[in-house]
């Protein structure tokens, strides 16, 4: 496996993922891209800074002109508007000016939320991803979505912004707790399911070396599901078609997550999701039942729900139908047409949707 991955935007060489056990070659591939002797302001929260501010501030120190740091409380509920105007008070008290860099330290949540500080902030700096979940490594790290929750509704205000290199030190999975490493095979899964049946039975094929983060088998996972996300972000950057494909199981997965207050963490969500999804997709002869049967046992390999409890059919549905108003007033689902083909279908009814969110009651 190479530990370099190339993402282009608008067929151009746009910026690098890098693929490494530690923090070593950090400093190299920023010089690389001709960003050294910039101010640097790391973002970051109140778990991730605990074990690697320290590290990464070492890191670029030498290279830096500068290197500050903003740390905000961990979790959902930290990421809006508050947050992003004390990063905004926090850069212009710093003097930070367009040809300084923000550093991405972080899970999903610190990734959004800076990358839209940097989109925004003197109408966009360039920004850094440090993934240090698997979730953030294998999904919101690449493909430019930024972006932060506003009143209850996820990820309502954003915009792209291409982050100009991803870094991920592998060995970051193994501080994560367990329950936040297993919820990144929501996305993992997906990503099979959706494009490449191949991936999908290596993942069931390497389940042990994959639970005991053996290094190589990390690395090619984590490797081959960004590859799956590069070929869908790089053909439709800005989600005019094809990457709605990456929302497969997010349609009902976010209704969940709202409904149950972010009790659930998102891949979970998301795997609950994939498995109404999947139910559908057998319902409409799409897929068998023992792919379905597959699914469900696939997703559980991982530790991931395929139900939920104290919600009803019908809340889960209006929640959904609301969220996807949005969009227009059909709900775009994405179906399986077979395990790692997936499709936009604008066709499914009420009542498919509510026999899908039976299957996931418990
Ligand atoms: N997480 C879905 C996307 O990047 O489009």
Partial sequence: MENILTINYEDKPAYNIHFEPNYGKLAEAIHTIDMTNRRFMIITDSNVGNYYLKQMKEVLLPIAKSVESYIFPAGETSKNLDTVSLCYEKLIVAGFDRNDVLVALGGGVVGDLTGFVAATYLRGVRF???????????????????????????????????PKLVYMNLATLFSLPDREYYSGFGELIKHGLIKDTTYYKWLKDHTEEIKNKTHEVIKEMVHRSCLIKKVVVEKDPKEQGERALLNYGHTIGHSVEKLKDLTLLHGECVSIGMAAASFLSMKRGYISLSSYEDILMTIQLFKQPIRVSGLSPEEVYEVTKLDKKMDSDKIKFILLQDIGCAVIDPTVSKDEMLEAIHSIME
């Fill in 128 to 162: 850094i991803q440090v993934p240090t979940s698997l979730l953030s490594m294998v999904d919101s790290s690449i493909g430019g979505k930024t972006g932060v929750d506003f009143k209850a509704y996820k990820n309502m205000v954003g915009a792209f912004h291409q």
